[in-house]
């Protein structure tokens, strides 16, 4: 999710509308909203604002130093602009939060990263620089006049909580300082300090190795006086440069150049169509639909696509098969994967939906951890609001049935929730897997 604008102001396009999803799903997202819960007054504001903010009643934010701003419509079309304000970091508070980053090397790792370490906004805090907001530090200004957080400055909080989810540097921004300002500042500083640091040990060398006694000095025990203090004759230091020096530079040197880009369409394979016939056993059309394949699998190798992991026989046949071959080869790749060709086309369906991970929900159906048990429990749960909970029936281990329909949630190993539908008596894939099993119940009953 990326913003448009200028340095100094991001503006975000509105976000879709979402059912049963938890806001912040970040530690620094969560404290956003901590500091929203902790301020309001009325909490049935709060949760009128929750429901305009799932219902995407809230346009376009923009984010500047100290303020965001969105316009959010009440149900009946009423439009209001809301502000919500923040303070600002000083110039000299900037400075120590730099230097605490440039302590750290993880600090700045995480950074260039562009994620939040925890670590840091604790560090900031005990040198008190608050990074996310506290009691009272989210100060609402609305169109319709309300003195406190009201339905639209609170909708607002929960769409940034959204923002910071996938970009903390919204945060950051907030409190004054854009992206590139603070990573140009971080590189500088961490620059600067690394060459401090390498004319101290020059000074150190050049000034420790003479007077009695000292290791420069003529006729020293075990070191003569024309090695010098590197040990090297002339006192010749090693060639090359520190790694903390090398490491410093890292970022301020120019980017190497672009690599040219993959073709735009894989190469074609060469036809086998010759006048001389094929040995016994050997199918020219197999072999130009396989050649293709491979040809296609290199294309996206180069841009980038790796695959995971190596496919056994049996996923091969069904990624082949989704390449949406001629129906005999189609009933080759069924019969040789021990599939039939209905029971190969939910394998096709699964597939385009999710690859290797989607075709494991269908196929397989594992034994959770219990704490991956309990958190599914859980998000089951939490996934409605009140009321608007389907009534789930457990149909195994990690799959449940919504009573009285012909849906079906699976879970998968990596904790995502997969939609399904029954047809023809057979539970067939329905949608691509959701974080949010509500999402991705919501699939099912899409047309």
């Known amino acids: 999710m990326s913003g448009y604008g200028t340095e100094d102001e991001r503006t975000f396009a509105p976000l879709p509308p979402v059912r049963g999803s938890v806001f912040a799903r970040s530690w620094w997202g969560r404290a956003w909203l901590q500091a929203l819960e902790d301020t309001a007054l009325d909490g049935q504001q709060l949760k009128q604002g929750r429901r305009h903010a799932r219902a995407g009643a809230v346009g376009a934010v923009s984010v500047r130093p100290g303020r965001i701003t969105a316009v959010v419509q009440d149900p009946d079309g009423t439009a209001y602009r809301s502000d919500v304000l923040l303070q600002e970091l000083s110039g000299a508070e900037w400075d120590r939060l ?16 562009r994620e939040m370490p925890p670590h840091l906004v604790e560090d900031a805090s005990a040198a008190g ?18 003195w406190d957080h009201c339905p639209h400055t609170a909708a607002l909080c929960y769409q940034v909580a959204r923002l910071l989810d996938e970009d903390p540097f919204v945060l950051l921004l907030m409190r004054g300082r854009g992206e590139r300002a603070l990573l140009d500042a971080l590189q500088e500083r961490s620059a600067a300090r690394a060459a401090g640091a390498e004319g101290a040990a020059e000074g150190a060398g050049a000034g420790g190795s003479g007077g009695p006694g000292g290791l420069g000095a003529p006729g020293a025990s075990g070191v003569s006086g024309a090695a010098g203090a590197s040990g090297r004759p002339g006192g010749r230091r090693p060639s090359g440069v520190s790694a903390e020096e090398a490491f410093a530079v890292g970022g301020i040197l120019p980017p190497l150049p ?10 074609e394979p060469p036809s086998l169509d010759t006048e001389q016939g094929p040995e016994p056993g050997i199918d020219p059309a197999a072999l130009e639909f396989l050649a293709a394949d491979a040809a296609a699998r290199a294309h996206r190798m180069l841009a980038g696509a790796f695959d995971a992991a190596p496919l056994t026989p049996s996923q091969d046949a069904v990624r082949l098969a989704a390449g ?4 005999w080869i189609a009933a080759r790749l069924a019969e040789g994967s021990g599939r039939g060709p209905a029971e190969l086309e939910r394998g096709v369906r699964a597939w385009r939906f999710g690859g290797v991970a989607a075709l494991a929900v269908l196929e397989e159906e594992g034994v959770p951890a219990p704490e991956a048990l309990v958190r599914a429990r859980a998000q089951l749960a939490e996934a409605w609001e009140d009321g608007e909970r389907p009534e789930l029936r457990p149909a195994g281990a990690t799959r449940w049935t919504v009573a009285g329909t012909d849906a079906q949630l699976r879970l998968g190993e990596d904790g995502r929730w997969w939609p399904y539908r029954k047809e023809h008596g057979h539970w067939t894939p329905a949608g691509p897997a959701e974080q949010d099993p509500a999402a991705a119940l919501a699939a099912v009953a899409a047309p």
Do not use: F, M, N, T
């Open 258 to 267: 672009v690599p040219p880009g993959p073709p735009a369409v894989p190469g």
């Open 324 to 327: 949406a071959p001629v129906s």
């Open 129 to 146: 620089l608050e990074l996310l907001p506290g009691v009272g530090d989210l100060e609402p200004r609305c169109g319709c006049e309300a």
């Open 98 to 113: 730099v230097d605490l980053a440039v302590d750290s090397a993880g600090h700045i790792a995480a950074l260039l990263d």
